[in-house]
Protein backbone atom coordinates (compact mmCIF):
# COMPACT_ATOMS: atom_id res chain seq x y z
CA UNK A 1 0.00 0.00 0.00
CA UNK A 2 1.24 3.59 -1.11
CA UNK A 3 1.15 5.28 2.71
CA UNK A 4 0.08 9.09 2.41
CA UNK A 5 2.13 11.80 4.21
CA UNK A 6 1.16 14.93 5.50
CA UNK A 7 2.63 17.40 7.82
CA UNK A 8 0.28 19.97 10.24
CA UNK A 9 1.40 22.45 12.46
CA UNK A 10 -1.10 21.71 15.85
CA UNK A 11 -0.87 25.22 16.12
CA UNK A 12 -1.73 26.60 12.57
CA UNK A 13 -4.21 23.66 11.66
CA UNK A 14 -4.67 23.74 7.54
CA UNK A 15 -8.14 22.50 7.23
CA UNK A 16 -7.34 21.06 3.56
CA UNK A 17 -5.17 18.50 4.93
CA UNK A 18 -8.24 17.75 7.75
CA UNK A 19 -10.56 17.23 5.40
CA UNK A 20 -8.53 14.79 3.43
CA UNK A 21 -7.33 12.97 6.44
CA UNK A 22 -10.86 12.99 7.40
CA UNK A 23 -12.05 11.74 4.08
CA UNK A 24 -9.50 8.89 4.36
CA UNK A 25 -10.88 7.97 8.15
CA UNK A 26 -15.01 7.98 6.51
CA UNK A 27 -14.03 5.91 3.89
CA UNK A 28 -12.93 2.83 6.31
CA UNK A 29 -8.87 3.84 6.34
CA UNK A 30 -6.42 3.90 8.47
CA UNK A 31 -4.87 7.35 9.70
CA UNK A 32 -1.46 7.79 11.97
CA UNK A 33 -1.66 10.94 13.77
CA UNK A 34 0.04 12.69 16.48
CA UNK A 35 -2.31 12.77 20.24
CA UNK A 36 -0.60 14.42 23.37
CA UNK A 37 0.33 11.41 24.64
CA UNK A 38 1.63 9.19 21.39
CA UNK A 39 0.91 8.60 18.11
CA UNK A 40 -2.50 7.00 17.33
CA UNK A 41 -3.13 4.55 14.50
CA UNK A 42 -7.10 6.29 13.51
CA UNK A 43 -10.15 4.35 12.39
CA UNK A 44 -14.13 4.98 12.00
CA UNK A 45 -14.76 3.76 16.20
CA UNK A 46 -18.60 2.59 14.73
CA UNK A 47 -16.93 0.81 11.38
CA UNK A 48 -16.25 -2.84 12.35
CA UNK A 49 -14.17 -3.45 9.45
CA UNK A 50 -12.27 -0.11 9.98
CA UNK A 51 -11.34 -1.42 13.07
CA UNK A 52 -10.39 -4.53 12.40
CA UNK A 53 -8.48 -3.43 9.70
CA UNK A 54 -6.63 -1.87 12.66
CA UNK A 55 -5.45 -5.52 14.58
CA UNK A 56 -3.91 -6.16 11.04
CA UNK A 57 -2.13 -3.06 10.60
CA UNK A 58 -0.76 -3.14 14.01
CA UNK A 59 -0.56 -7.43 14.14
CA UNK A 60 -2.56 -6.71 17.85
CA UNK A 61 -4.11 -9.73 19.50
CA UNK A 62 -8.09 -9.25 18.66
CA UNK A 63 -8.96 -9.88 22.53
CA UNK A 64 -7.10 -6.34 23.28
CA UNK A 65 -9.40 -3.80 23.37
CA UNK A 66 -9.34 -0.29 21.55
CA UNK A 67 -9.91 3.40 23.42
CA UNK A 68 -12.03 5.75 21.49
CA UNK A 69 -11.52 9.31 21.08
CA UNK A 70 -14.18 12.16 21.66
CA UNK A 71 -13.87 15.58 21.13
CA UNK A 72 -17.21 16.37 22.87
CA UNK A 73 -19.47 15.58 25.88
CA UNK A 74 -22.16 14.84 23.48
CA UNK A 75 -19.77 12.12 21.50
CA UNK A 76 -19.49 10.35 24.70
CA UNK A 77 -23.58 10.05 25.49
CA UNK A 78 -23.63 8.15 21.92
CA UNK A 79 -21.11 5.64 23.26
CA UNK A 80 -22.33 4.91 26.84
CA UNK A 81 -25.36 4.99 28.24
CA UNK A 82 -24.75 5.15 31.86
CA UNK A 83 -22.52 8.10 33.03
CA UNK A 84 -21.59 7.56 36.98
CA UNK A 85 -20.92 10.97 38.84
CA UNK A 86 -17.29 10.08 39.47
CA UNK A 87 -16.98 10.48 35.67
CA UNK A 88 -18.21 13.65 35.66
CA UNK A 89 -15.38 14.67 38.41
CA UNK A 90 -12.47 12.74 36.39
CA UNK A 91 -13.78 14.69 32.66
CA UNK A 92 -14.20 18.20 34.63
CA UNK A 93 -10.71 17.57 36.17
CA UNK A 94 -8.72 16.06 33.47
CA UNK A 95 -10.27 16.06 29.89
CA UNK A 96 -9.27 16.71 27.24
CA UNK A 97 -5.84 15.47 28.80
CA UNK A 98 -4.08 11.84 29.07
CA UNK A 99 -7.07 10.08 31.37
CA UNK A 100 -9.11 7.32 29.88
CA UNK A 101 -12.34 6.06 31.28
CA UNK A 102 -14.01 2.86 31.02
CA UNK A 103 -17.75 2.98 30.78
CA UNK A 104 -20.39 0.06 30.07
CA UNK A 105 -20.70 0.15 26.31
CA UNK A 106 -23.76 1.48 24.34
CA UNK A 107 -25.36 -0.42 21.36
CA UNK A 108 -23.41 1.46 19.06
CA UNK A 109 -19.91 0.69 19.77
CA UNK A 110 -19.13 -2.63 17.62
CA UNK A 111 -17.28 -5.49 19.64
CA UNK A 112 -14.62 -5.65 17.56
CA UNK A 113 -13.49 -1.98 19.21
CA UNK A 114 -14.06 -3.18 22.92
CA UNK A 115 -12.42 -6.52 22.51
CA UNK A 116 -15.88 -8.44 23.08
CA UNK A 117 -16.14 -6.72 26.40
CA UNK A 118 -19.12 -5.19 27.78
CA UNK A 119 -16.99 -2.02 29.00
CA UNK A 120 -15.66 0.76 26.54
CA UNK A 121 -12.35 2.73 26.91
CA UNK A 122 -13.02 6.53 26.34
CA UNK A 123 -11.12 9.56 26.23
CA UNK A 124 -11.06 13.51 24.86
CA UNK A 125 -6.99 13.67 23.93
CA UNK A 126 -5.51 17.37 24.69
CA UNK A 127 -4.49 17.40 20.99
CA UNK A 128 -5.32 20.12 18.43
CA UNK A 129 -4.72 17.70 15.02
CA UNK A 130 -6.76 14.93 16.73
CA UNK A 131 -9.49 16.88 17.92
CA UNK A 132 -9.68 18.23 14.60
CA UNK A 133 -9.97 14.90 12.53
CA UNK A 134 -12.36 13.71 15.58
CA UNK A 135 -14.63 16.93 14.76
CA UNK A 136 -14.84 16.27 11.01
CA UNK A 137 -15.12 12.64 10.64
CA UNK A 138 -16.71 10.36 13.66
CA UNK A 139 -15.53 9.13 17.32
CA UNK A 140 -11.83 7.36 16.49
CA UNK A 141 -10.65 4.05 18.26
CA UNK A 142 -6.92 4.34 18.31
CA UNK A 143 -4.29 2.09 19.68
CA UNK A 144 -0.92 3.74 19.92
CA UNK A 145 0.29 3.50 16.11
CA UNK A 146 3.41 0.92 16.68
CA UNK A 147 3.59 -2.58 15.47
CA UNK A 148 2.00 -4.98 18.33
CA UNK A 149 5.03 -5.41 20.93
CA UNK A 150 7.15 -2.43 20.09
CA UNK A 151 7.85 0.65 21.69
CA UNK A 152 5.36 3.22 21.29
CA UNK A 153 5.44 5.86 18.75
CA UNK A 154 5.90 9.18 20.21
CA UNK A 155 7.76 11.11 17.25
CA UNK A 156 7.03 11.05 13.51
CA UNK A 157 10.22 8.80 12.15
CA UNK A 158 8.87 6.13 14.76
CA UNK A 159 5.56 5.51 13.27
CA UNK A 160 6.90 5.84 9.63
CA UNK A 161 9.45 2.96 10.44
CA UNK A 162 6.56 0.71 11.65
CA UNK A 163 3.66 1.18 9.60
CA UNK A 164 4.92 3.15 6.24
CA UNK A 165 3.07 1.12 3.19
CA UNK A 166 0.69 -0.91 5.84
CA UNK A 167 -1.51 2.19 6.46
CA UNK A 168 -3.59 4.76 4.55
CA UNK A 169 -1.78 7.94 5.91
CA UNK A 170 0.29 9.44 8.56
CA UNK A 171 0.04 12.91 9.79
CA UNK A 172 3.36 14.28 10.98
CA UNK A 173 2.50 16.75 13.68
CA UNK A 174 5.65 16.87 15.31
CA UNK A 175 6.59 15.04 18.91
CA UNK A 176 4.29 14.36 21.57
CA UNK A 177 4.19 15.92 24.70
CA UNK A 178 4.13 13.56 27.36
CA UNK A 179 5.41 10.17 25.68
CA UNK A 180 3.51 7.32 27.47
CA UNK A 181 -0.39 6.33 27.09
CA UNK A 182 -2.83 7.81 29.05
CA UNK A 183 -3.66 6.61 32.59
CA UNK A 184 -6.92 4.30 32.63
CA UNK A 185 -9.57 4.32 35.14
CA UNK A 186 -12.25 1.67 35.81
CA UNK A 187 -15.20 3.79 36.66
CA UNK A 188 -17.32 0.48 36.38
CA UNK A 189 -16.84 -1.56 39.57
CA UNK A 190 -18.10 -0.25 43.08
CA UNK A 191 -15.05 1.18 43.64
CA UNK A 192 -12.82 2.69 40.58
CA UNK A 193 -9.46 0.75 40.19
CA UNK A 194 -6.85 2.59 38.20
CA UNK A 195 -5.57 -0.34 35.18
CA UNK A 196 -2.91 1.47 33.61
CA UNK A 197 -0.62 4.44 35.33
CA UNK A 198 0.20 7.27 33.26
CA UNK A 199 0.98 11.23 33.44
CA UNK A 200 -2.54 11.76 35.76
CA UNK A 201 -0.80 10.75 38.25
CA UNK A 202 -2.40 8.12 41.57
CA UNK A 203 -1.96 11.34 43.94
CA UNK A 204 -3.89 13.85 40.82
CA UNK A 205 -6.36 11.14 40.77
CA UNK A 206 -7.11 11.33 44.42
CA UNK A 207 -7.39 14.77 44.84
CA UNK A 208 -10.46 14.29 42.34
CA UNK A 209 -12.27 10.99 43.81
CA UNK A 210 -10.76 10.08 46.93
CA UNK A 211 -9.38 6.75 47.65
CA UNK A 212 -9.46 3.86 44.55
CA UNK A 213 -7.80 0.22 43.74
CA UNK A 214 -4.69 0.00 42.00
CA UNK A 215 -4.85 -3.29 39.66
CA UNK A 216 -1.86 -5.39 41.56
CA UNK A 217 0.08 -6.13 38.28
CA UNK A 218 0.66 -2.11 37.79
CA UNK A 219 3.32 -2.72 41.09
CA UNK A 220 4.31 -6.11 39.70
CA UNK A 221 8.46 -6.27 39.28
CA UNK A 222 8.47 -9.85 38.96
CA UNK A 223 6.82 -12.22 35.93
CA UNK A 224 3.13 -12.08 36.98
CA UNK A 225 1.15 -14.49 38.25
CA UNK A 226 -2.36 -12.30 37.80
CA UNK A 227 -3.97 -11.84 34.48
CA UNK A 228 -3.90 -7.46 34.28
CA UNK A 229 -7.72 -6.15 34.13
CA UNK A 230 -6.64 -4.00 30.92
CA UNK A 231 -6.24 -7.29 28.58
CA UNK A 232 -3.50 -5.12 27.07
CA UNK A 233 -1.42 -5.20 29.74
CA UNK A 234 -0.56 -8.74 30.19
CA UNK A 235 0.91 -9.01 26.42
CA UNK A 236 4.57 -8.84 26.09
CA UNK A 237 5.12 -4.48 25.30
CA UNK A 238 6.94 -1.37 24.54
CA UNK A 239 10.01 -4.00 23.70
CA UNK A 240 12.80 -2.81 21.55
CA UNK A 241 14.97 -5.64 19.43
CA UNK A 242 17.71 -4.87 21.95
CA UNK A 243 17.16 -6.75 25.41
CA UNK A 244 16.78 -4.58 28.05
CA UNK A 245 17.80 -4.98 31.76
CA UNK A 246 16.63 -2.30 34.02
CA UNK A 247 18.94 -1.78 37.34
CA UNK A 248 17.83 -0.16 40.43
CA UNK A 249 19.58 1.35 43.47
CA UNK A 250 20.71 4.84 44.43
CA UNK A 251 21.40 7.31 42.15
CA UNK A 252 24.91 7.24 42.92
CA UNK A 253 25.73 3.70 42.69
CA UNK A 254 24.00 2.98 39.31
CA UNK A 255 26.89 4.39 37.04
CA UNK A 256 29.63 2.03 38.91
CA UNK A 257 27.16 -1.18 38.73
CA UNK A 258 26.10 -0.57 34.95
CA UNK A 259 29.68 0.59 33.37
CA UNK A 260 31.06 -3.32 34.92
CA UNK A 261 27.86 -4.96 33.39
CA UNK A 262 28.30 -3.06 30.19
CA UNK A 263 32.32 -4.44 30.51
CA UNK A 264 31.51 -7.97 31.18
CA UNK A 265 28.47 -7.73 27.88
CA UNK A 266 31.37 -6.07 26.06
CA UNK A 267 33.87 -8.71 26.62
CA UNK A 268 31.46 -11.34 25.51
CA UNK A 269 30.95 -8.98 22.13
CA UNK A 270 27.90 -7.98 23.04
CA UNK A 271 27.02 -3.91 22.01
CA UNK A 272 25.46 -2.34 24.78
CA UNK A 273 23.38 1.31 25.02
CA UNK A 274 22.75 2.81 28.43
CA UNK A 275 19.86 4.95 29.34
CA UNK A 276 20.72 7.29 31.79
CA UNK A 277 19.30 10.49 34.07
CA UNK A 278 20.88 13.42 32.72
CA UNK A 279 22.65 13.33 36.58
CA UNK A 280 24.40 10.16 35.66
CA UNK A 281 25.18 10.62 32.11
CA UNK A 282 28.80 11.92 32.69
CA UNK A 283 29.71 8.96 34.35
CA UNK A 284 29.29 6.46 31.82
CA UNK A 285 32.91 4.52 30.07
CA UNK A 286 31.70 5.87 26.31
CA UNK A 287 34.57 3.40 25.21
CA UNK A 288 32.21 0.53 25.74
CA UNK A 289 28.45 1.54 25.19
CA UNK A 290 26.49 4.37 23.79
CA UNK A 291 24.41 6.51 26.24
CA UNK A 292 21.32 7.93 25.77
CA UNK A 293 20.37 11.08 28.38
CA UNK A 294 16.17 10.65 29.59
CA UNK A 295 16.35 13.59 31.30
CA UNK A 296 16.99 15.28 34.91
CA UNK A 297 15.71 13.01 37.85
CA UNK A 298 13.95 16.55 38.73
CA UNK A 299 11.72 16.37 35.67
CA UNK A 300 9.92 13.14 35.61
CA UNK A 301 7.93 14.87 32.37
CA UNK A 302 11.12 15.33 30.43
CA UNK A 303 12.01 11.55 31.04
CA UNK A 304 8.42 10.21 30.36
CA UNK A 305 9.31 11.78 27.16
CA UNK A 306 12.00 11.01 26.16
CA UNK A 307 11.77 6.99 26.92
CA UNK A 308 10.29 5.94 24.10
CA UNK A 309 12.82 7.42 22.08
CA UNK A 310 15.56 6.24 23.69
CA UNK A 311 14.76 2.33 23.39
CA UNK A 312 14.11 2.72 19.66
CA UNK A 313 17.69 4.54 19.05
CA UNK A 314 19.39 1.72 20.83
CA UNK A 315 17.58 -0.05 18.10
CA UNK A 316 18.73 2.31 15.33
CA UNK A 317 21.95 1.84 16.82
CA UNK A 318 21.70 -1.98 16.49
CA UNK A 319 22.43 -2.78 20.18
CA UNK A 320 22.47 -6.32 21.62
CA UNK A 321 22.05 -4.98 25.29
CA UNK A 322 19.94 -1.78 26.77
CA UNK A 323 21.01 -1.41 30.51
CA UNK A 324 18.50 1.01 31.55
CA UNK A 325 18.72 3.16 35.22
CA UNK A 326 15.79 2.66 37.51
CA UNK A 327 14.04 5.97 38.49
CA UNK A 328 11.78 6.46 41.69
CA UNK A 329 8.08 4.89 41.66
CA UNK A 330 6.57 8.17 42.82
CA UNK A 331 4.44 10.03 40.51
CA UNK A 332 4.98 9.72 37.34
CA UNK A 333 7.55 7.41 37.69
CA UNK A 334 4.94 4.84 38.29
CA UNK A 335 3.96 4.89 35.06
CA UNK A 336 7.57 5.30 33.29
CA UNK A 337 9.11 2.25 35.96
CA UNK A 338 5.90 0.47 34.76
CA UNK A 339 7.03 1.02 31.23
CA UNK A 340 10.46 -0.04 31.08
CA UNK A 341 9.76 -2.52 33.44
CA UNK A 342 7.55 -4.22 30.96
CA UNK A 343 9.99 -3.20 28.34
CA UNK A 344 12.49 -5.46 30.05
CA UNK A 345 9.90 -8.56 30.28
CA UNK A 346 10.30 -7.88 34.40
CA UNK A 347 14.24 -8.78 33.96
CA UNK A 348 15.50 -6.32 36.62
CA UNK A 349 18.47 -6.19 38.49
CA UNK A 350 18.25 -4.81 42.57
CA UNK A 351 22.17 -3.52 43.49
CA UNK A 352 21.96 -4.77 47.28
O1 LIG B 1 -2.59 7.50 25.35
C1 LIG B 1 -3.22 6.55 24.91
O2 LIG B 1 -4.08 5.96 25.57
C2 LIG B 1 -2.89 6.09 23.48
C3 LIG B 1 -3.28 7.24 22.54
C4 LIG B 1 -3.15 6.86 21.09
O3 LIG B 1 -4.56 7.69 22.83
N1 LIG B 1 -3.59 4.90 23.14
C5 LIG B 1 -3.24 3.69 23.66
O4 LIG B 1 -3.96 2.63 23.18
O5 LIG B 1 -2.35 3.53 24.48
P1 LIG B 1 -3.50 1.11 23.31
O6 LIG B 1 -4.44 0.40 22.45
O7 LIG B 1 -2.07 0.98 22.99
O8 LIG B 1 -3.83 0.73 24.79
C6 LIG B 1 -5.16 0.62 25.22
C7 LIG B 1 -5.23 -0.07 26.55
C8 LIG B 1 -4.96 -1.56 26.45
O9 LIG B 1 -4.16 -1.97 27.56
C9 LIG B 1 -6.36 -2.14 26.57
O10 LIG B 1 -6.38 -3.44 27.08
C10 LIG B 1 -7.05 -1.16 27.50
O11 LIG B 1 -6.58 0.09 27.04
N2 LIG B 1 -8.52 -1.17 27.34
C11 LIG B 1 -9.24 -0.75 26.29
N3 LIG B 1 -10.56 -0.94 26.47
C12 LIG B 1 -10.69 -1.51 27.70
C13 LIG B 1 -11.79 -1.96 28.48
N4 LIG B 1 -13.04 -1.88 28.03
N5 LIG B 1 -11.54 -2.48 29.70
C14 LIG B 1 -10.26 -2.56 30.17
N6 LIG B 1 -9.18 -2.15 29.48
C15 LIG B 1 -9.37 -1.64 28.27
MG1 LIG C 1 -0.12 0.30 22.78
Avoid at 121 to 131: G, K, S, V
Avoid at 235 to 246: F, G, L, N, R
Avoid at 257 to 273: E, F, R, T
Avoid at 325 to 352: F, Q
Wanted: with cysteine.
Amino acid sequence: MQTKHFKLDPNNIDQEIIKQASSIIMQGGLVATPTETVYGLCANALDKEAVSSIYTAKGRPSDNPLIIHIATKEQLLQLTNNVPPIAYKLMDAFWPGPLTIILPKSDIVPYDTTGGLETVAIRMPNNNIMLELIKNSTPLSAPSANISGRPSPTKYSHVVYDLDGKIDAIIDGGACTYGIESTIIDVTTDTPCLLRPGSITVSMLQSVIGDFDIDSTITANTVLQETPKAPGMKYKHYSPSASVTVINGTQFELPNYINSLAKQLNDNNKKVGVLSTSENVHLYDTSICDVYDLGTIQDLNTISSNLFAGLRYMDYLNKDEILAEGITTNDEGLAIMNRLVKSSGYNIITID
